[in-house]
């Protein structure tokens, strides 16, 4: 490890996730690689977790010479890539539910009350439907079991 936490119940070799905002903005000031490349994988982990949401609060005030920059990229890129994720669920779940209604696809979209090229780009995973969308097409599925 190469920085110190001074003043602080953990230590550099403690879980990221355990760092308070005052350990994460050590690492960020005065760590290196090492340290930078746990906050990433954490990152990662957690795209919107208790990590990335401190280092954005250290980074709002302390601009950590070539770190700042490359941990930003670090949180949008993992969080792209968790919002691409869930919008593959999301899909998944509509072919899912249009399958087990019976239904074809473009009357399951008039039984939500859309259109079936809007119901084609919620099952490919080009747009994501509201909550409520979801929540219909399962009582759609249900009641045309």
Same mark, same amino acid.
């Given at each position: 490890? @190469?920085?110190?936490?001074? @003043?602080?119940?953990?230590?550099?070799?403690?879980?990221?996730?355990?760092?308070? $905002?005052?350990?994460? %903005?050590?690492?960020?000031?005065? /760590?290196?690689?090492?340290?930078?490349?746990? +906050?990433? &994988?954490?990152?990662?982990?957690?795209?919107?977790?208790?990590?990335?949401?401190?280092?954005?609060?250290?980074?709002?005030?302390?601009?950590?010479? /070539?770190?700042?920059?490359? +941990?930003?990229?670090?949180? &949008?890129?993992? *969080?792209?890539?968790?919002?691409?994720?869930?919008?593959?669920?999301?899909?998944?779940?509509? *072919?899912? #539910?249009?399958?087990?209604?019976?239904? $074809? %696809?473009?009357?399951?979209?008039?039984? +939500?009350?859309?259109?079936?090229?809007?119901?084609?780009?919620?099952? @490919?995973?080009?747009?994501?439907?509201?909550?409520? #969308?979801?929540? *219909?097409?399962?009582?759609?599925?249900?009641? %045309?079991?």
């Amino acid at each position: 490890m @190469n920085v110190v936490f001074r @003043n602080l119940k953990v230590r550099p070799e403690d879980p990221v996730r355990d760092w308070p $905002t005052e350990a994460v %903005q050590a690492a960020l000031e005065r /760590g290196g690689l090492e340290e930078w490349r746990r +906050l990433a &994988d954490a990152i990662r982990a957690e795209p919107w977790g208790r990590t990335a949401r401190r280092v954005e609060e250290v980074l709002s005030h302390s601009r950590p010479y /070539g770190v700042a920059e490359l +941990l930003e990229r670090v949180i &949008d890129s993992a *969080r792209m890539e968790a919002e691409a994720a869930e919008r593959v669920v999301v899909a998944a779940e509509l *072919r899912e #539910l249009i399958a087990a209604s019976g239904l $074809t %696809q473009a009357a399951f979209a008039r039984h +939500l009350g859309t259109s079936a090229s809007r119901m084609s780009s919620y099952v @490919n995973g080009a747009v994501v439907p509201s909550a409520t #969308l979801v929540v *219909r097409a399962r009582s759609v599925a249900e009641a %045309q079991r």
